[in-house]
């Protein structure tokens, strides 16, 4: 066990990506499995509140802890066996996703989701229940876990295999390794039907596995999970199209998502302001693009005629061809990636340097409801004259829009309209977090999604495997909920 108490040593643990900031006494770092049960039950008998950590990517405050101590994975990080046959792995929480994928894809084998940062922590992405670009084929990483090994906080293990352990109805009865047994409610709630990454899970009849996916480190700690993998595609078929209008863009975007010939992993979007502030480092983006759509596209040998498809869309569409990027090789395909996630990580530069909390979206609505929404979101933050910029994987209807305040009283707006732009997104069905989670910092947002009594079941089913109100405690619910129990 590595513990780490100095100021210098733990200073780099205590804030995110989104630049959300806290406190701690000390940074426990344990190296084998039986050290995190050990330190855990420690703080359960002195109720000392625990936050689990993963690489800091995240975007919502969730690994930063306030107050307690924080308990970091990052010793918990061997891929324990690659199974090329059954098309299965097994794995540590603290596996870096981008070295996971690295060595599947040595084996022609592909793990999909796709998180825009690929140097967070698996057992990471789980608890967020993470997607990304290739979501609109794929699905997110719910869809591609077999198994999970989970410590509770109690330190009582708990190992979960898919299709094994379903409630009856919303009643959910589990039990632990050493046979301490557990009987949970599930919220009856009704979850968005489109895709969702805000609170938990909660279904009648569902699959226990998927409580935990998602549910941001408050109800227990990822130590192991065995994943579902696929054959890695041959061939991709790539594009970054430029239109000269948004009009242009969406229509196209509409053109591919009616069409059930074709089926691209991603269909994303960039609108005018994003290719700005992209274009000191990509300087080949045409000066006249009002909006950008990167595509990919696995090609089947058995279906030759996909490209022709493809070409056919491009013909009848208004895209800028002549100055639009076409992949020619595996180099083209990396640097589209590149591209694409160069918006994210530049965004969180800009808000670093002016010492700001970011202020982006992570809202998806209905197919049917998305331009609407869009309008609307750009429309009130161009109003307010605050600089923002938009994308996004628009293929879902999720959409990305980071406001850019450079002064205190922007930030104050940008906050408002923030609350404004997902009071919209719920009005229309949709959700408040698409695939960031509510963390510490979307939980007045999270409130218009569910109302008082919803929530309180949720927190409920928290306390049930957490009645001393150890782990996660700040994250998806205010503190307060709790003495309402």
């Known amino acids: 066990m590595i513990i780490k108490e100095n100021t210098d040593e733990i200073e780099n643990y205590l804030s995110d990506a989104s630049n959300y900031k806290g406190f701690c006494d000390k940074v426990f770092i344990p190296e084998i499995e039986d050290e995190l049960i050990s330190t855990i039950k420690e703080c359960n008998n002195s109720n000392t509140r625990i936050t689990i950590t993963g690489n800091g990517t995240g975007l919502t405050g969730a690994k930063v802890p306030e107050g307690g101590i924080l308990i970091s994975t990052e010793k918990l990080n061997k891929i324990i066996s690659i199974d090329t046959v059954g098309k299965k792995a097994v794995v540590q929480g603290g596996v870096l996703l981008q070295y996971f994928q690295d060595e599947t894809e040595k084996l022609n084998l592909l793990y999909p989701p796709d998180p825009t940062e690929r140097n967070c922590f698996i057992g990471s992405t789980i608890a967020t229940n993470s997607s990304g670009a290739r979501t609109y084929k794929y699905g997110p990483t719910r869809n591609y876990v077999n ?32 046979g301490k047994s557990y009987s949970l409610k599930i919220p009856e709630i009704k979850m968005p ?38 054959d890695l595609p041959g061939e991709i078929l790539s594009a970054v199209l430029f239109f000269n209008s948004e009009d242009g863009a969406f229509s196209f975007l509409s053109a591919v998502k009616i069409n059930k010939t074709v089926q691209p992993r991603s269909l994303e979007f960039f609108d005018k302001f994003a290719l700005q502030f992209l274009k000191k480092s990509f300087t080949k983006i045409p000066d006249s693009a009002q909006a950008a759509i990167w595509f990919e596209q696995e090609i089947d040998k058995s279906f030759n005629g996909i490209e022709a498809e493809w070409f056919n869309f491009l013909d009848q569409s208004n895209a800028d061809i002549e100055n639009s990027w076409f992949a020619f090789d595996e ?19 800009f808000i670093t340097q002016h010492g700001f909390r970011k202020v982006g979206t992570d809202t998806a609505v209905p197919d049917n409801h998305f331009h609407e929404f869009y309008s609307f979101a750009k429309n009130i933050v161009e109003k307010e004259n605050i600089n923002y910029v938009a994308y996004g994987h628009f293929g879902n209807s999720h ?36 695939e960031h989670g509510i963390g510490k910092m979307k939980r007045e947002y999270f409130k218009l999604m569910y109302n008082q009594d919803e929530i309180l079941q949720m927190a409920q089913l928290k306390k049930t495997l957490d009645p001393n109100l150890i782990l996660g405690i700040g994250n998806i619910f205010d503190e307060n909920i709790f003495k309402m129990i």
């Open 147 to 178: 198994r999970l090994r989970i410590v509770l906080p109690d330190g009582e293990v708990l190992s979960l295999k898919h299709g094994e352990c379903i409630a009856d109805e919303y009643e959910l009865s589990l039990t632990s390794e050493s």
């Open 193 to 230: 039907a489109t895709k969702n990454a805000a609170g938990y899970y909660c279904r009648s009849g569902m699959d226990a596995i998927d409580l935990f996916i998602g549910s941001e480190g408050t109800l227990g700690i990822i130590t192991e999970t065995e994943l579902k993998l696929i």
């Open 331 to 349: 180099k083209n395909l990396e640097e589209f990636k590149d591209f694409r996630h160069a918006i994210s990580w530049k965004v969180n530069e």
């Open 399 to 434: 959409l990305h829009l980071n406001m850019l305040p450079e002064n205190d009283e922007q930030f104050i707006k940008a906050k408002a309209l923030y609350y404004e732009i997902c009071k919209e997104a719920v009005r229309l069905d949709g959700t408040v977090s698409a």
